[in-house]
Protein backbone atom coordinates (compact mmCIF):
# COMPACT_ATOMS: atom_id res chain seq x y z
CA UNK A 1 0.00 0.00 0.00
CA UNK A 2 3.54 2.44 1.05
CA UNK A 3 4.57 1.73 -2.19
CA UNK A 4 1.46 1.65 -4.54
CA UNK A 5 0.31 5.49 -3.52
CA UNK A 6 3.85 6.41 -3.77
CA UNK A 7 4.33 5.01 -7.25
CA UNK A 8 0.54 6.35 -8.36
CA UNK A 9 2.53 10.30 -8.10
CA UNK A 10 5.40 9.39 -9.16
CA UNK A 11 6.02 10.73 -12.55
CA UNK A 12 4.22 14.09 -10.85
CA UNK A 13 6.87 13.93 -8.22
CA UNK A 14 9.94 13.56 -10.63
CA UNK A 15 8.56 16.06 -13.58
CA UNK A 16 8.50 18.47 -9.96
CA UNK A 17 11.94 17.83 -9.07
CA UNK A 18 13.35 18.22 -12.52
CA UNK A 19 11.61 21.34 -13.09
CA UNK A 20 12.91 22.72 -10.16
CA UNK A 21 16.49 21.71 -10.81
CA UNK A 22 16.86 20.83 -14.45
CA UNK A 23 18.67 17.79 -14.10
CA UNK A 24 17.11 13.89 -14.03
CA UNK A 25 19.72 12.49 -11.91
CA UNK A 26 19.21 14.74 -9.50
CA UNK A 27 15.78 14.48 -9.75
CA UNK A 28 15.37 10.79 -9.63
CA UNK A 29 18.04 11.34 -5.84
CA UNK A 30 15.13 13.87 -4.15
CA UNK A 31 12.04 11.80 -5.32
CA UNK A 32 14.20 8.34 -3.51
CA UNK A 33 14.78 10.39 -0.73
CA UNK A 34 11.07 11.64 -0.70
CA UNK A 35 10.41 7.50 -0.53
CA UNK A 36 12.37 6.48 2.20
CA UNK A 37 10.85 9.40 3.86
CA UNK A 38 7.37 8.64 3.28
CA UNK A 39 8.29 4.85 4.41
CA UNK A 40 8.70 6.54 7.57
CA UNK A 41 5.98 8.67 7.84
CA UNK A 42 2.72 7.95 10.09
CA UNK A 43 0.18 8.68 7.29
CA UNK A 44 -2.70 8.18 9.70
CA UNK A 45 -3.35 11.89 9.84
CA UNK A 46 -2.90 12.55 6.20
CA UNK A 47 -5.70 13.41 4.23
CA UNK A 48 -3.98 14.74 0.85
CA UNK A 49 -0.80 12.62 0.03
CA UNK A 50 -0.12 14.21 -3.56
CA UNK A 51 0.03 17.60 -1.71
CA UNK A 52 2.17 16.15 1.11
CA UNK A 53 4.70 14.60 -1.03
CA UNK A 54 4.62 17.46 -3.34
CA UNK A 55 5.94 19.45 -0.20
CA UNK A 56 8.65 17.09 0.83
CA UNK A 57 9.91 16.40 -2.74
CA UNK A 58 10.08 20.46 -3.17
CA UNK A 59 11.59 20.81 0.22
CA UNK A 60 14.03 18.34 -0.57
CA UNK A 61 14.48 19.69 -4.34
CA UNK A 62 15.22 23.07 -2.94
CA UNK A 63 18.07 22.27 -0.92
CA UNK A 64 19.29 20.50 -3.44
CA UNK A 65 19.38 23.42 -6.04
CA UNK A 66 21.17 25.58 -3.42
CA UNK A 67 23.71 23.15 -3.42
CA UNK A 68 23.76 22.54 -6.99
CA UNK A 69 24.14 26.29 -7.96
CA UNK A 70 27.51 26.60 -5.61
CA UNK A 71 28.84 22.76 -8.02
CA UNK A 72 27.80 24.94 -10.91
CA UNK A 73 30.13 27.86 -10.90
CA UNK A 74 32.73 25.07 -10.81
CA UNK A 75 31.54 23.72 -14.23
CA UNK A 76 33.38 23.70 -17.29
CA UNK A 77 31.85 26.33 -19.62
CA UNK A 78 28.75 26.82 -19.45
CA UNK A 79 25.87 24.83 -17.48
CA UNK A 80 22.63 23.74 -19.10
CA UNK A 81 19.45 21.54 -18.16
CA UNK A 82 19.69 18.48 -19.32
CA UNK A 83 17.42 17.42 -21.92
CA UNK A 84 14.73 14.56 -21.20
CA UNK A 85 12.49 12.52 -23.40
CA UNK A 86 8.64 14.88 -24.15
CA UNK A 87 6.85 11.71 -21.86
CA UNK A 88 9.29 11.28 -18.99
CA UNK A 89 6.69 12.77 -17.02
CA UNK A 90 3.61 11.34 -18.43
CA UNK A 91 1.21 13.11 -20.45
CA UNK A 92 1.56 17.35 -21.13
CA UNK A 93 -2.10 17.80 -21.01
CA UNK A 94 -1.77 21.60 -20.11
CA UNK A 95 0.25 24.34 -21.87
CA UNK A 96 1.53 24.89 -18.27
CA UNK A 97 3.04 21.58 -18.20
CA UNK A 98 4.28 21.85 -21.53
CA UNK A 99 5.74 25.38 -21.03
CA UNK A 100 7.55 24.77 -17.67
CA UNK A 101 9.01 21.35 -19.47
CA UNK A 102 10.22 23.31 -22.41
CA UNK A 103 13.87 23.70 -22.98
CA UNK A 104 13.60 27.60 -23.30
CA UNK A 105 11.88 27.75 -20.38
CA UNK A 106 13.97 25.56 -17.91
CA UNK A 107 17.20 27.59 -18.94
CA UNK A 108 15.58 31.15 -18.44
CA UNK A 109 14.78 29.22 -14.75
CA UNK A 110 18.30 29.38 -14.34
CA UNK A 111 18.60 32.56 -13.34
CA UNK A 112 15.37 32.82 -11.08
CA UNK A 113 16.60 32.27 -7.29
CA UNK A 114 15.71 28.63 -5.47
CA UNK A 115 12.41 30.51 -3.94
CA UNK A 116 11.34 32.17 -7.25
CA UNK A 117 11.87 28.92 -9.03
CA UNK A 118 9.80 26.90 -6.57
CA UNK A 119 6.90 29.36 -6.27
CA UNK A 120 6.81 29.68 -10.21
CA UNK A 121 6.80 25.85 -10.94
CA UNK A 122 4.66 24.89 -7.94
CA UNK A 123 2.08 28.03 -9.05
CA UNK A 124 2.25 27.42 -13.19
CA UNK A 125 2.99 24.01 -13.60
CA UNK A 126 0.74 22.24 -10.75
CA UNK A 127 -1.72 25.11 -9.30
CA UNK A 128 -0.86 24.50 -6.07
CA UNK A 129 -2.78 27.46 -3.91
CA UNK A 130 -0.21 30.44 -2.34
CA UNK A 131 -1.02 29.29 0.87
CA UNK A 132 0.42 25.46 0.33
CA UNK A 133 3.37 27.58 -1.54
CA UNK A 134 4.15 29.89 1.16
CA UNK A 135 4.42 27.15 3.95
CA UNK A 136 6.81 25.42 0.89
CA UNK A 137 9.40 28.54 0.55
CA UNK A 138 8.62 29.57 4.53
CA UNK A 139 7.07 32.89 2.93
CA UNK A 140 4.61 34.99 3.22
CA UNK A 141 1.59 34.00 1.16
CA UNK A 142 1.82 37.83 -0.06
CA UNK A 143 5.88 37.52 -1.22
CA UNK A 144 4.86 34.46 -2.45
CA UNK A 145 2.75 36.09 -5.47
CA UNK A 146 5.00 38.88 -5.51
CA UNK A 147 7.71 36.19 -6.36
CA UNK A 148 5.38 34.46 -8.85
CA UNK A 149 4.69 38.02 -10.70
CA UNK A 150 8.64 39.05 -10.57
CA UNK A 151 9.64 35.20 -12.35
CA UNK A 152 6.97 35.23 -14.76
CA UNK A 153 7.74 39.17 -15.83
CA UNK A 154 11.69 37.54 -15.90
CA UNK A 155 10.89 34.95 -17.91
CA UNK A 156 8.66 36.31 -20.07
CA UNK A 157 11.11 38.95 -21.45
CA UNK A 158 12.76 38.53 -25.18
CA UNK A 159 10.80 35.27 -25.85
CA UNK A 160 7.42 34.26 -27.13
CA UNK A 161 5.13 32.41 -24.98
CA UNK A 162 6.65 29.15 -26.27
CA UNK A 163 4.80 26.52 -28.17
CA UNK A 164 7.36 23.24 -28.38
CA UNK A 165 4.61 21.06 -30.26
CA UNK A 166 3.92 23.82 -32.98
CA UNK A 167 4.41 23.39 -36.72
CA UNK A 168 6.02 26.94 -36.76
CA UNK A 169 8.83 25.88 -34.75
CA UNK A 170 9.62 22.59 -36.56
CA UNK A 171 9.74 24.55 -39.85
CA UNK A 172 11.90 26.60 -38.00
CA UNK A 173 14.46 23.88 -36.87
CA UNK A 174 14.00 22.33 -40.42
CA UNK A 175 15.34 25.87 -42.06
CA UNK A 176 18.19 26.32 -39.92
CA UNK A 177 19.05 22.38 -40.11
CA UNK A 178 19.21 22.65 -44.34
CA UNK A 179 20.80 26.43 -43.99
CA UNK A 180 23.50 25.20 -41.86
CA UNK A 181 24.33 21.80 -43.23
CA UNK A 182 24.51 24.08 -46.94
CA UNK A 183 26.78 26.68 -45.05
CA UNK A 184 24.07 29.20 -46.32
CA UNK A 185 25.74 32.06 -44.53
CA UNK A 186 22.91 34.67 -46.00
CA UNK A 187 19.85 32.32 -45.20
CA UNK A 188 21.69 31.96 -41.58
CA UNK A 189 21.85 35.44 -41.01
CA UNK A 190 18.44 36.82 -42.12
CA UNK A 191 17.31 33.52 -39.47
CA UNK A 192 18.88 34.89 -36.38
CA UNK A 193 17.90 37.83 -33.66
CA UNK A 194 20.05 41.45 -33.77
CA UNK A 195 20.32 39.50 -29.23
CA UNK A 196 21.19 35.86 -30.49
CA UNK A 197 23.43 33.83 -28.52
CA UNK A 198 24.98 30.55 -28.69
CA UNK A 199 25.14 28.06 -25.74
CA UNK A 200 27.35 25.32 -25.67
CA UNK A 201 27.25 22.44 -23.31
CA UNK A 202 30.98 20.34 -22.99
CA UNK A 203 30.89 19.84 -19.44
CA UNK A 204 34.66 19.16 -19.93
CA UNK A 205 33.95 15.99 -21.30
CA UNK A 206 33.80 17.35 -24.63
CA UNK A 207 35.73 20.14 -26.20
CA UNK A 208 32.99 23.36 -26.47
CA UNK A 209 33.06 27.17 -26.15
CA UNK A 210 33.56 28.51 -22.98
CA UNK A 211 31.40 31.00 -22.69
CA UNK A 212 28.20 31.83 -24.87
CA UNK A 213 28.87 33.79 -28.07
CA UNK A 214 27.07 36.85 -28.87
CA UNK A 215 25.27 38.30 -31.74
CA UNK A 216 24.40 37.60 -35.07
CA UNK A 217 28.01 37.86 -36.63
CA UNK A 218 29.64 36.29 -34.58
CA UNK A 219 27.15 32.83 -34.00
CA UNK A 220 26.88 32.60 -38.15
CA UNK A 221 30.46 32.40 -38.24
CA UNK A 222 30.86 29.29 -35.33
CA UNK A 223 28.28 28.05 -37.08
CA UNK A 224 29.30 27.91 -40.76
CA UNK A 225 32.77 27.24 -38.95
CA UNK A 226 31.64 24.05 -37.35
CA UNK A 227 30.07 22.36 -40.75
CA UNK A 228 33.48 23.11 -42.67
CA UNK A 229 35.21 21.65 -40.07
CA UNK A 230 33.03 18.73 -38.89
CA UNK A 231 31.72 16.02 -40.43
CA UNK A 232 28.20 16.13 -39.15
CA UNK A 233 25.76 13.34 -40.36
CA UNK A 234 22.46 11.97 -39.13
CA UNK A 235 20.71 15.66 -38.79
CA UNK A 236 16.78 14.61 -37.97
CA UNK A 237 14.06 16.28 -35.52
CA UNK A 238 13.65 14.46 -32.48
CA UNK A 239 11.46 15.05 -29.11
CA UNK A 240 12.44 16.37 -26.14
CA UNK A 241 11.31 18.19 -23.59
CA UNK A 242 7.97 18.47 -24.90
CA UNK A 243 9.11 19.96 -28.19
CA UNK A 244 11.34 19.71 -31.29
CA UNK A 245 15.08 19.37 -31.35
CA UNK A 246 17.91 18.95 -33.71
CA UNK A 247 19.66 15.40 -33.03
CA UNK A 248 23.06 15.16 -34.49
CA UNK A 249 26.55 14.01 -34.52
CA UNK A 250 30.18 15.28 -35.66
CA UNK A 251 32.68 13.36 -35.91
CA UNK A 252 31.50 10.41 -33.66
CA UNK A 253 29.93 13.19 -31.00
CA UNK A 254 26.33 13.26 -30.10
CA UNK A 255 24.84 16.26 -29.42
CA UNK A 256 21.53 17.57 -29.39
CA UNK A 257 20.32 21.61 -30.39
CA UNK A 258 17.43 23.62 -29.30
CA UNK A 259 16.24 26.80 -30.58
CA UNK A 260 14.13 29.32 -29.31
CA UNK A 261 12.57 32.02 -30.96
CA UNK A 262 11.52 35.62 -30.60
CA UNK A 263 9.27 37.65 -33.12
CA UNK A 264 10.26 34.79 -35.86
CA UNK A 265 13.48 34.90 -35.07
CA UNK A 266 15.92 32.36 -33.25
CA UNK A 267 16.97 34.52 -29.94
CA UNK A 268 19.00 31.62 -28.57
CA UNK A 269 20.73 28.32 -30.05
CA UNK A 270 21.38 25.93 -26.71
CA UNK A 271 23.84 22.55 -28.17
CA UNK A 272 24.35 19.96 -25.35
CA UNK A 273 27.37 17.69 -26.18
CA UNK A 274 28.25 16.92 -22.55
CA UNK A 275 27.58 12.80 -23.28
CA UNK A 276 26.58 12.41 -19.37
CA UNK A 277 23.35 15.02 -20.21
CA UNK A 278 22.41 12.75 -23.44
CA UNK A 279 21.40 9.39 -21.65
CA UNK A 280 17.39 10.55 -21.43
CA UNK A 281 16.98 11.23 -25.40
CA UNK A 282 17.82 8.03 -26.36
CA UNK A 283 21.05 9.10 -28.87
CA UNK A 284 23.85 8.29 -27.03
CA UNK A 285 25.52 5.37 -28.82
CA UNK A 286 28.59 5.08 -27.56
CA UNK A 287 30.32 5.77 -23.13
CA UNK A 288 32.19 8.48 -22.42
CA UNK A 289 34.83 7.09 -21.95
CA UNK A 290 35.02 5.94 -26.05
CA UNK A 291 34.75 9.56 -27.08
CA UNK A 292 37.77 11.79 -27.28
CA UNK A 293 37.99 15.20 -25.58
CA UNK A 294 39.08 17.77 -27.86
CA UNK A 295 36.92 17.82 -31.28
CA UNK A 296 34.39 21.02 -30.21
Same mark, same amino acid.
Given at each position: ? &? ?95 ? /? ?59 ? /? ?61 ? &? ?21 ? &? ?9 ? &? ?39
Amino acid at each position: M &IENVFEQHRPMLLGLAYRLLGSMWDAEDVVQDAFLKWSDTDRSEIREPRAFLATMVSRLALDQLRSARRKREAYVGPWLPEPVESTAFGPLDTAELR /DTLSYATLHLMERLSPPERAVFVLREAFDFPYETIADIVGATEANCRQMHHRAAKHLGEGR /DRFDPSGEEHARLLSTFMAAAENGDVDTLTTMLGADVEAWNDGGGKVRAALRPILGPVNVTRL &ITGLFQKFDFTGLRLVEANGGSA &IRAEADGIDLL &IFLESHDGRISRISAVLNPEKLTRVGILKTSPAERTSDQF
